[in-house]
């Protein structure tokens, strides 16, 4: 009996390949799509939003000759992942909510419904690879996506199957070329699915009461304390951020630091944007815990560099001590500690 | 094993008997346009007015009554809109009453008409699943163009109290339009003997072809055309006419109404085991509309603590085809619409699921899905109970 196989299809190129990639493995492979969100509902005649991504996961899935399925998350994507992604703009952080839906709604809730289906193992499209109960890099540096696993339960990584971890994205679309898939030529999504056209603040006022403080206006001030100007709601500002600013100033502002409590943006020159400390707080380990004196790599946003570090402290959260400084360091962002291979020994969240 | 099929409120199979019907207008000699003057136009308008005359035979209608569509959808939309747009020719408000649990292609309708200027009235319905006659009353007196209440119901099989619908909107003098989709084949209808002015049916639901329906219409002028052509279908639904199309539907439909006392009380019996069956393993499986009057091929049940999509997806692996009620067009299983709009609760209309039993339906198959059904509900509420505790 071939291993039964639940795999995430997205309707995007890489999921449709990883599917196909499991078939032709001769694995038994049950499709799945999640229904995460749905926005102007209720109206008859209109059509769903994603709509037209579940109807190319489920044409691939004909194509392949696999049984296909649309499961509806839309609560626990909304509970999990959406209001996190509000509250923690609230709070003057800069969230990802791809590695909340990886850690909660893919690799466990999805995985619920695999063990339901006797399926062994549970499959995406993510440039990862999964190897022998370990996470690695993807094999494509130009879009590995293992900075957004780290909190994925560690138990959850030897069931993982990453059928396009070991392709480039251009090895990808010519498989899927060749099988002649309808989501071949997709266009790459860049955004997050459930913020259309990149506008993250349109989400938050349709999830925000009208008064919410992180829309309301408030002052922008300098490092030392100097107000400069006024902003229109913290939540629209991000560390490093340039644009939005009060001009003026001889040499180019950035945002430094959110104050939530005051509604203060506080901005810098690209000087006072280094950091060479940063502490991670809800962490998860795919290896064994690193402690202090312990040294890894650690990448701070999604594809920026690595860099080296020790780990200085464990009592409360990881106290990470950089061997060079990183530029805006964000809190919200993810750490992901990396050890030799690329192999991810786990993460947490920048305090 | 072969998997068996419970879901005919979506679609049937052809009937072999319809496609034969079809065949001689996708060949050499019934190929015509049957606007065509000559001979192959002659013999492609004799195939369509003899389909025409079966399905006006099978709904004790009049030939000239039945016009052709491209399905249900397209006639729904035509009374409702037609009807609208022609209240509004005489000078009258484009205004409307539709039930709470119409099929969306009324529902849709009926909301083009607001967007177009007009008025849409919601009517509600009874715990059971019946339109409320208060509610009726109420819309009749702002004098819509047209009410719309369906005669069966195509998630929870409940039939609506249509010949009483029909008494008092003749007693305003309001046009009343009756989906009869699901009623067809499985209930007598008979349009000469109902007080409606539109009917829609569909042929893929009694066995024939996809893509072919009809609308009953027993005054040319209460309606305006929804698409501008020729003239053919008198003007009120252009269009070169889909013969074999028309064909398939004729024949099927001549069958549906032939069959249908037989039919009717067979299913009864198929469904009342199936029912029995399902109880008998899950306990707590509630029955929708159980009170109500309702067709005999529709069997609507809650699980509880259950999640429609998952039941589907389990039951599919297991070879039993059955439907939530209420796919929305991505698949997903949404709450449905007629479950909220009759007061049931949002976690216990999760679990909702429409078996539709149909001419193939033996009790072979209907024990087999009663067999798997226990296992399948257990497995699911596992994974309810494991979400629950996330």
Redesign the interface.
């Known amino acids: 009996m071939p291993e039964r196989v639940l795999v995430a299809m997205s309707g995007g190129v890489d999921s449709s390949v990883a599917a196909a990639r499991l078939v032709e493995q001769g694995y038994e492979v049950?499709g799945?799509t999640m229904?995460l969100f749905c926005y102007g509902?209720s109206?008859?005649?209109r059509?769903?939003c994603?709509?037209d991504s579940?109807d190319d996961a489920?044409s691939v899935a004909h194509a392949l000759g696999i049984?296909h399925?649309?499961?509806?998350f839309e609560d626990?994507f909304n509970r999990h992942v959406i209001q996190n992604f509000v509250d923690e703009y609230s709070r003057g952080r800069t969230p990802i909510p791809c590695v909340r839906c990886n850690s909660?709604t893919k690799f466990?809730?999805l995985l619920?419904?695999a063990?339901?289906?006797d399926c062994d193992r549970i499959a995406t499209g993510h440039y990862a690879v999964a190897r022998n109960g370990t996470l690695y890099r993807g094999r494509d540096p130009k879009k590995d996506q293992s900075y957004f696993l780290w909190g994925i339960d560690r138990a959850v990584v030897g069931r993982m199957l990453t059928p396009v971890g070991e392709l480039t994205k251009q090895e990808t679309r010519t498989y899927a070329r060749r099988l002649g898939l309808v989501t071949a030529d997709k266009k790459e999504s860049v955004e997050i699915c459930f913020v259309p056209d990149d506008d993250y603040v349109a989400v938050l006022e349709r999830h925000l009461p009208v008064d919410a403080p992180a829309l309301e206006p408030g002052a922008v001030v300098t490092t030392s304390g100097e107000q400069i100007g006024t902003h229109a709601g913290f939540a629209r500002y991000t560390i490093g951020q340039r644009k939005g600013l009060p001009g003026g100033s001889r040499e180019p502002r950035f945002v430094v630091a959110i104050r939530p409590e005051t509604r203060e943006v506080v901005v810098g020159g690209a000087d006072e944007l280094g950091g060479r400390r940063v502490t991670l707080g809800e962490l998860n380990w795919l290896t064994d815990p690193l402690g202090v004196g312990d040294s890894c790599a650690v990448q701070l946003r999604y594809r920026a560099e690595a860099v080296a570090a020790t780990v200085v402290a464990v009592d409360s959260g990881l106290q990470l001590a950089l061997a060079t400084p990183v530029r805006a360091i964000t809190p919200g962002q993810s750490g992901v500690l990396y050890g030799p291979g690329g192999r991810v020994l786990g993460g947490g969240v920048i305090e | 094993m072969d998997p068996v099929y419970l879901d005919h409120a979506a679609t049937t199979p052809v009937r072999p008997e319809a496609r034969d019907a079809m065949l001689p207008f996708l060949g050499a000699e019934g190929f015509g346009n049957p606007s065509s003057m000559h001979r192959f136009g002659r013999t492609a308008r004799g195939g369509l007015e003899q389909a025409r005359r079966q399905v006006a035979l099978a709904l004790g209608a009049e030939s000239g009554q039945v016009f052709f569509t491209s399905g249900g959808t397209e006639a729904d939309n035509l009374a409702v809109m037609g009807a609208a747009l022609a209240a509004r020719r005489r000078g009258g408000s484009m205004r409307v009453a539709v039930s709470a649990i119409e099929h969306?292609a009324v529902?849709?309708a009926a909301?083009?008409v607001h967007r177009l200027g007009g008025v849409e009235e919601v009517l509600r319905v009874s715990a059971d699943g019946v339109v409320d006659l208060d509610a009726l009353d109420a819309a009749l007196a702002s004098r819509p163009a047209v009410v719309s209440v369906m005669w069966v119901n195509n998630e929870i099989g409940v039939i609506q109290p249509i010949a009483e619908i029909g008494r008092r909107c003749r007693a305003a003098g309001v046009l009343f339009h009756t989906d009869a989709v699901q009623a067809f084949g499985n209930l007598p209808v008979r349009f000469a003997d109902t007080p409606c002015d539109l009917l829609t049916v569909s042929a893929h639901k009694v066995g024939g072809p996809k893509g072919i329906g009809a609308l009953i219409v027993r005054n040319r002028q209460s309606i305006e055309p929804l698409i501008q052509g020729g003239g053919q279908q008198s003007g009120l639904r252009p269009g070169t006419e889909n013969i074999a199309g028309a064909a398939g539907f004729g024949r099927a439909a001549e069958l549906a109404a032939q069959e249908q006392p037989e039919h009717a009380s067979r299913l009864t019996r198929l469904r009342t085991r199936l029912a029995e069956r399902l109880l008998a393993s899950v306990p707590d499986l509630v029955v929708v509309g159980e009170r109500a009057e309702r067709a005999p091929h529709i069997l609507n049940v809650c699980v509880p603590s259950a999640?429609s999509?998952?039941l589907?997806?389990?039951l599919?692996?297991a070879g039993v085809a059955v439907s939530s009620g209420s796919a929305?067009?991505?698949?997903?299983?949404?709450p449905s619409p007629v479950l909220t709009a009759m007061g049931i609760p949002a976690a216990l209309a999760a679990g909702a699921l429409r078996f539709s039993l149909g001419r193939d339906t033996d009790e072979a198959g209907v024990d087999r899905a009663a067999e798997v059904f226990p296992g399948v509900v257990a497995?699911?509420r596992?994974?309810t109970g494991?979400?629950a505790r996330?």
């Open positions: 049950v799945a229904k509902d109206v008859p005649d059509p769903c994603s709509l579940i489920r049984p399925y649309v499961l509806n626990r909660f466990r809730d619920t419904h063990d339901a289906l | 969306k529902l849709a909301h083009a999640d999509g998952a589907l997806m389990h599919d692996l929305c067009a991505s698949g997903a299983a949404d497995k699911v596992a994974v494991a979400l996330a």
